[in-house]
């Protein structure tokens, strides 16, 4: 079950067409209720801001995985495909809770005996703060402690909880740019007995084409466990209606010590 380059880059191509022939131009300020909405992907907190008391944003997305040909998370040349489902919810002012819920369609893990396995890997719950916010959406800041439940043992190889600390932030570099990204700290078991601490940082930049449209691109760095990984993130996000947006992409490992390579595709819903 391996990922080809080209069922990811070919519906990239022509989405952005498809949206791009009917979505309006850019006029004025682009940034209005009407522009995309942030949508965190799975494994990633960079939005800084939390959503408004009883509002709530429900996303799914569909994630396939290629393993680099060494060991990491799925093994030699393993590869996976999950469905992540989470539910933000504003709570208070600058408060909001998120839980999200892994589900591997297919997965091929190291105590599976070569075969695939499929069920529920982990639940991750989350509570995000804006410690800093400018009253103009200029730049914000937040907080954002999270617990990673492992809920199938055969597929997360673990039954100890995973903990750490996210600190995403956003900058409106205006014209229709933006900065956003994170930088946190994991505790994860490693085996059954020892822990492994990872630092991972996230820059993106998005540029909004339209008021439907949008691209972005990422780098990543995750240092911990073993050698220092690198990662480029390219995708579009696109709205649909005022509740209803999409997301497309790709992550391509970088260097020798690259963890492989996946492709997503992502709804989210305001409710």
Sequence with gaps: MRISRWLILFPSIFLLALVGHTAEP????????DDPFEMDRPGELENPYALAPGQALLTNYVVAINAAG?????NTEASAIFLDTAVRYGLF??????????????????????????????ATFTAKWTVLKDPQGEFGVGLAPFVRVPLDHGITGSNRLAEGLSVPFAVDLEGGWDLQGSS?????PTGEASWSTEWENQVEIERALTRRLSVYTELELQVGGDLPAWAAEFG???RFTRTLQGDLGTSLGLGRNAHGRQGYLGLGWRL
């Excluded at 600058?94 to 695939?116: C, H, Q």
């Excluded at 946190?184 to 994860?188: P, W």
Aim: aromatic fraction near 6%; proline fraction near 4%.
């Design 70 to 74: 060494r060991d990491d998370e799925f």
């Design 93 to 122: 002012d600058r408060v909001e809770g998120i839980v999200a819920l892994d589900t591997f369609l297919k997965a091929n893990v190291p105590d599976s005996g070569g075969g695939s396995t499929e069920g529920l890997g982990y």
């Design 184 to 188: 946190s700290v994991a505790r994860t």
């Design 26 to 33: 850019i006029t004025g300020n682009p940034v209005s209720d």
């Design 236 to 238: 579009i996000a696109c």
